[in-house]
């Protein structure tokens, strides 16, 4: 995956998974994505590097702030935006997989996003379209800008990603984020934890170079990053845990468990969170170290430069440095 | 050599796996039937009137039997009908097919085994044996009329693609075929604890974000059903078995004296998981793919006789039942034209003797099916197979025969090649090689 189809000369740079890729790559999306924070963050958003280019958003399952976030991504980079929901879109009428993939790709966009309630959906689609494609999120398998943005937020906030200790917490069977997650915080040299009810912890996941608590307070001993996960009902065959209120009790997140991290750890979350599931208002709130919201920020820059690696297109270096740091105060708040 | 007239086959290499004889001679075919065979046979020259086909010192096998087909006669035809499975049989050198019908056409009534034995008749290309339902519709819980079934021909009793879950219906389903000594045949898969799996649970099933079947869905219903299997008598047979722990199972109740067999196919000796690589659909099987140590132990179970028997597990699957995400899309291979070069990798790897190797394939499920078939013995229908043991070739899949293509050995090199095909004395395939 991830890799240029073969015998194309003009082969798109797909951006299917974390799994695979080399820390020097991923270095260099993150990069790409700081430079494009403070442009976010200026009055003047706008780049032109993918002017003229069209970049479609095929949604098979309900999203808000991935879709939102790509359409932001791409109209700030002057792409044409189009959103496809799954709402609005043939697959109600019998269409296949296949057959969307092929309409859309007479229709010769630059980029196609795309989720999809099944693993492994995305690349299906990719090997059929001569666009580049991004996996905006495939069943349970890989959500990599997820990861990239988490990473994007964790490095701008404590310098470094290796020798973090990060621990994620909750449903980690019904998780993609939870996966692309654990394939770039091992990759770039962090230690990864994963804490949860066994029936939540996926088989042999630890051949994934990570460690399993079951019990919280003694997982987040040490630890730096928090990354909170909420319960993927919509994913699930049958019971996995007992109830949300027992779920709360061993595994939500509070003042009381997160007095076992680091001081200074931070508390992260992919979105949507459920307020007394997962995680307790007041920790979730909480200014000095919930970086929630901040996640949500980085989004969209990290989708800017993958919109820009997979086509091949990059912005000005004066562009970026234009409006230097004009909301830098915010930042520091929020 | 066509017509079903006297024919001479002279300098073969005869192999007939239950007498246990491999040597050079001819067979004589006479009105379908093998009317004499053996080194002696025209050693003075064949006779005028006799029609003569040279063999080469090829092997002549009896034709194998192929204990597990799905065939689609009423339904999804498009997919394989009888017809279509009949040539991609002869083509493997396959004279008797014991069929399952498609998920929505079970035989579950003695018309529809008359209905599959007269199609079946009418390819006059490969002996085809219906197997009846174990219930009513597959659907587990009422006994289908098994004994009706058994009266209008019927091999044996299955559901098919479904276990038989429920252990009382089980118990009954074995306990009532012990009056028609016909095998109760299970897929052997606890249905809720493989519910929405789409591949064996490990490792790379937690990687691609698919959900597993754990191994022990496998051995837990075989080991309830040995159980059951105490309480009843009679003969309970697991179909395609693909784990280390199954197999010690059936190992350890064969040599308690339990009335158990079991058979296995190509995929779960040839292949593993990682097959799977990106969400090949091609690879999709039910059971699955399973592990490298347990593709050993069915070698091993192959080896050691535990697995009694290979069926090819053709499970033909169009286009559209399989470009789509791994969780969606249909399970199963077609495996009739590639059975006997598989096999065949068992000989060539020294797993098995050649005589052993062909005897998972002909005389061994043909006992277990009580046919009269997988012999080559005087008076035995003249089924056979002229088989190049050593030729190399390479699984192609647009060179197969059947309708679908969904083969999971595409360009697999392989050796062993049918060179002929012989069906109630007639030969009905010849390769073009």
Redesign the interface.
């Known amino acids: ?1 991830n890799t240029p189809a073969p015998d194309t000369p003009t082969a798109p740079r797909h951006i299917l998974g974390i ?1 695979g890729l080399s820390p020097p790559e991923i270095t260099a999306l993150l990069d790409a994505a700081d430079g494009f924070v403070e442009l976010v963050r200026s009055r003047q958003k706008k780049a032109e590097s993918l002017q003229g280019r069209t970049l479609i958003n095929l949604f098979f399952e309900d999203s808000t702030r991935t879709r939102t976030s790509f359409e932001l991504a791409g109209k700030r980079l002057g792409a044409d935006v189009i959103n496809m929901s799954v709402a609005t879109s043939s697959i109600h009428k019998g269409e ?3 057959d969307t993939a092929m309409t859309l790709n007479a229709m010769h966009p630059d980029v196609l996003v795309v989720r ?1 309630p ?4 995305v ?2 689609l990719a090997q059929k379209v001569a666009c580049a494609v991004i996996n905006g999120g ?5 959500h990599p800008t997820q990861a990239l943005l988490d990473a994007l937020t964790i490095r701008r906030r404590k310098g470094t990603i290796g020798g973090l200790v990060v621990t994620i917490c909750g449903d980690i069977a019904h998780s ?1 984020v939870a ?1 692309s997650n654990i394939h770039l915080l091992t990759t770039m040299g962090a230690r990864v934890r994963l804490v949860g009810p066994p029936t939540l912890i ?4 630890e ?2 170079g990570i460690e399993i608590f079951h019990d919280m307070k003694e997982c987040l001993q040490d630890t730096d990053i928090v990354m909170m996960l909420r319960l993927q009902f919509e994913r699930m ?2 019971t996995f845990v007992p109830s949300l209120k027992e779920h709360f009790h061993f595994y939500g997140l509070d003042e009381d468990k997160l007095a076992a991290a680091k001081p200074d750890a931070l508390i992260m979350h992919p979105g949507p969170i459920n307020r007394g599931v997962e995680i307790d208002t007041s920790v979730a709130d909480d200014i000095d170290r919930s970086v929630i919201t901040e996640q949500v920020e980085m989004g969209v820059a990290v989708r800017m430069a993958c919109l820009e690696a997979v086509t091949g297109t990059e912005t000005s270096k004066s562009k970026l440095k234009a409006k230097p740091k004009e909301n830098r105060r915010k930042k520091a708040r929020s | 050599m066509n017509g079903a007239g006297n024919t001479a086959f002279i300098n073969a290499r005869l192999v007939d796996t239950e007498g246990g004889t491999d040597q050079a001679g001819a067979l004589f075919v006479m009105d379908g039937r093998i009317k004499d065979l053996g080194p002696r046979l025209f050693a003075d020259g064949v006779p005028d009137g006799i029609e003569a086909v040279e063999c080469q010192g090829d092997v002549l096998a009896p034709g194998l039997v192929d204990m597990r087909v799905t065939v689609h006669e009423t339904s999804e035809t498009h997919k394989e009908n009888l017809q279509s499975a009949a040539q991609a049989a002869v083509a493997g050198g396959i004279t008797t097919m014991a069929v399952i019908s498609g998920p929505n056409q079970v035989i579950d009534s003695p018309a529809q085994v008359e209905f599959m034995i007269t199609r079946g008749r009418e390819t006059g290309l490969s002996q085809v044996c219906p197997y009846g339902a174990i219930t009513r519709g597959a659907e587990g819980q009422i006994l289908a009329e098994m004994g009706l079934l058994a009266e209008a021909g019927a091999v044996g009793f299955t559901d098919g693609p479904q276990a038989v879950a429920d252990a009382a219906t089980m118990r009954r389903a074995l306990s009532y075929a012990t009056r028609f000594g016909l095998p109760v045949i299970q897929h052997p898969e606890e249905p809720s604890l493989a ?2 799996g789409q591949m064996n ?3 790379i ?8 079947i ?1 191994t022990a869905a496998e051995v837990i219903i075989i080991e309830r059903d040995l159980r059951l299997l105490e309480l009843t008598g009679g003969h309970y047979h697991v179909a395609h078995v693909s784990t280390a722990v199954a197999i010690d199972a059936i190992r350890t109740a064969k040599a308690r004296g339990l009335s158990v067999t079991c058979d296995t196919a190509p995929p779960y000796f040839g292949l593993n998981e990682t097959a799977i690589g ?2 090949r659909t091609f690879a999709k099987l039910s059971p699955p793919l399973r592990t490298e140590s347990d593709r050993e132990a069915v070698v091993a179970g192959l080896r050691d006789g535990t697995i009694d028997a290979i069926a090819s597990d053709h499970l033909p699957q169009d286009q ?1 039942s399989k ?6 899309a249909e399970p199963g291979a077609i495996g009739l034209e590639t059975l006997l070069p598989l096999v065949m990798e068992l000989y060539h790897s020294g797993t098995l003797g050649l005589g052993e190797a062909l005897a998972k394939v002909t005389s061994a499920p043909a006992r277990l099916l009580g046919l009269d078939a997988g012999r080559l013995v005087k008076g035995a229908p003249a089924n056979f197979a002229l088989i190049e043991v050593d030729a190399p070739w390479k699984i192609r899949e647009d060179k197969l025969v059947s309708k679908s293509k969904n083969t999971l050995f595409d360009g697999r090199p392989v050796q062993g090649r049918c060179r002929a095909t012989v069906f109630a004395g007639r030969t009905v395939f010849q390769a073009n090689h």
């Open positions: 995956m799994e296949t997989l296949i999809h099944h693993s492994g959906a690349e299906l495939d069943g349970n398998h890989e993609r996966r996926p088989p042999m996941i051949r994934m065959h049958g | 519910a929405g649970e490990g490792e099933s937690t990687r691609l974000g698919l959900q597993g754990p990106e969400y559209d470009r789509l995400p791994f969780a969606q």
